[in-house]
Structures are given as C-alpha cells and as structure tokens.
C-alpha cells in the first residue's frame, strides 16, 4: 500500500525550530515531478508552502522564504522541512504531496498525487 506519512510535528515556542519528515511507504518519490509541503492553518485553505524537484531544485511561498528550508533524502525516502524562527502562524496541519513510484521487477507504477494524513505544528507565543 502507498502511503506518505508525515511526522515531526509538535508543540513548539515562537522563534524555535522544528523539522518535519515527509517518508514514502510502498513505494518512492518519483524522479520526474516534484514533492510538496502544504500548510493549513486553522480555518485556512491549504497553501502550498514548499516544494522541491528531483534535482533537489527548490520553491518557496513568499510568506516562509528565509525560514522554511525543503529538501529530499533519497537514502531514506524521504522529504524534509526544516521550519526556523516559528512564528504563530506557522502553526497549523503540514500535508506532503507527491508522485510515489512502485517498482516491481524491472515495472513500475506511478501513484500520482499521493497525499499524506499531514502531522500538526502547534506555536506558543
């Protein structure tokens, strides 16, 4: 079964740091799109805070530049962000979103727009 699980949410005070993880289960990141991180806050739509490429390319949403580092760790099949100087509307759910291939053999097969359960950052002031 597929999964993305995120993990690394918790209670933090402002202006601390948090890394969350983003593990593919079942399967890997696809070499051939990009893996996201979305923030929900409290009554928001989600918005799509981060985001990084194959080649380790990266985006950002204006709002987080500076603080929000994205990255991939192929070794663990994994994808991280890395939150800095938390503010309290950093708090909210953090979603993974990413294509996730499943090999079998020398076949594969990609499971587009996989979507974790999304861990919660909680900020104290």
């Known amino acids: 079964q597929v999964q993305l699980v995120e993990s690394g949410g918790g209670l933090v005070q402002a202006g601390g740091s948090l890394e969350l993880s983003c593990t593919a289960s079942?399967?890997?990141?696809?070499?051939?799109?990009?893996a996201k991180w979305y923030h929900q806050g409290p009554g928001e739509e989600r918005e799509l805070v981060a985001s990084?490429?194959?080649?380790?390319?990266?985006n950002y949403a204006d709002s987080v530049k500076e603080r929000f580092t994205i990255s991939r760790d192929d070794a663990k099949n994994s994808v991280l962000l890395r939150i800095n100087h938390l503010k309290p509307e950093d708090a909210g759910l953090y979603l993974c979103?990413?294509?996730?291939?499943?090999?079998?053999?020398?076949?594969?097969?990609?499971?587009?727009?996989?979507w974790g359960q999304g861990t919660r950052v909680t900020v104290s002031s």
């Open positions: 079942g399967g890997v990141f696809s070499n051939n799109s990009i």
């Open positions: 979103n990413a294509d996730v291939v499943v090999w079998e053999g020398t076949s594969s097969a990609t499971y587009l727009d996989e």
């Open positions: 990084v490429g194959a080649k380790g390319d990266t």
